[in-house]
C-alpha cells in the first residue's frame, strides 16, 4: 500500500507491507545515504516481515543530514502513531547505515522527551556506520549510548564502516539490552564472497524476526 506522509510542507514516499492478519506490532524502515526505500535488502526484510505477522512502513528521505533524516522519521512515526488503519500497540524503528543512525538519534529524542509512552519497543541497524572508512578515532556512539530500549545490531565482520573491535566496545558501554548479530566477511553493504545476495539476507532477515519476536512479547498470551 503506497502512501504519502506529510513532513513540513513536503511528503515522504512510503510502503506499506501489510500482513494479512490484523498485526498488533510494526517495523519503520529506512535507507543508507545512497539508497531510497526499494533498496534490495529492505524490500526483502518487509516482505519477509510481513509474511509473519508484522505490519512494515518503509519510507523514502534523501537528505544527506543526519538531523534532517531524523525528523522525517520522526514524522513517519507519528504518522503510524496516529494512522486510524492501523491501530499498533508498538513498532520498532530500523535502518540501513546512515538510516540506523537517524533511527538512533530519534529514539534518544523521544525517550529524553517527557512524553516516551512505550509505543517505541526496540531499535534495528543494519550495518550501522561507526566511523568513517578509515577513521576509527571518531565515533558516531552518542546516540547508541542514551538509548534504552532493546537494540539489535546486523553488521558485517568485514564492514570498513564499523571495525568489528570498536562496535563491541560500544555495546559494552550500553546500558540498553543488546545483541550484535555478525554476518561473517560481509562488508559495509552486506556483500560476502561467495555468498548470493539472497543467501545473505535470509539470515539477516531470519536473525531480525527472531529477536523481534524475543523483544515483542508478542502477545502470544
Known amino acids: 500500500v503506497k502512501v504519502k506522509i506529510p513532513f513540513g510542507n513536503k511528503y515522504l514516499d512510503a510502503i506499506f507491507s501489510v500482513p494479512e492478519k490484523k498485526p498488533t506490532h510494526g517495523v519503520i524502515l529506512t535507507h543508507g545515504a545512497g ?14 516481515l510481513a509474511s509473519r505477522g508484522v505490519l512494515c512502513l518503509r519510507f523514502t528521505c534523501k537528505g544527506l543530514n543526519v538531523a534532517y533524516r531524523t525528523k522525517a522519521f520522526k514524522a513517519v512515526v507519528e504518522y503510524l502513531k496516529l494512522s486510524d488503519d492501523y491501530k499498533l500497540s508498538g513498532v520498532f524503528l530500523a535502518g540501513r547505515s546512515m538510516g540506523s543512525r537517524a533511527a538512533a538519534s ?107 519476536r524475543e523483544n515483542v512479547q508478542l502477545q502470544h498470551k
Not at 175 to 185: L, R
Open 106 to 212: 530519534v529514539i534518544r529524542q523521544l525517550s529524553q522527551d517527557d512524553d516516551d509512552d512505550g509505543f517505541i519497543q526496540g531499535l534495528v541497524c543494519l550495518s550501522y556506520p561507526l566511523h568513517r572508512p578509515k577513521l576509527q578515532s571518531k565515533l558516531r556512539d552518542e546516540d547508541l549510548l542514551l538509548v534504552s530500549c532493546p537494540v539489535l545490531f546486523v553488521s558485517g565482520s568485514a564492514d570498513e564502516m564499523c571495525e568489528k573491535q570498536l562496535l563491541e566496545g560500544v555495546v559494552s558501554k550500553m546500558k540498553a539490552p543488546k545483541k550484535i548479530h555478525w554476518i561473517d566477511k560481509a562488508n559495509h553493504g552486506m556483500a560476502v564472497k561467495g555468498r548470493t545476495p539472497n543467501d545473505v539476507m535470509e539470515e539477516i532477515n531470519t536473525q531480525v524476526f527472531s529477536w523481534l
Open 35 to 48: 539508497g531510497d526505500m526499494n533498496f534490495p535488502h529492505l524490500v526483502s526484510l518487509a516482505a519477509y
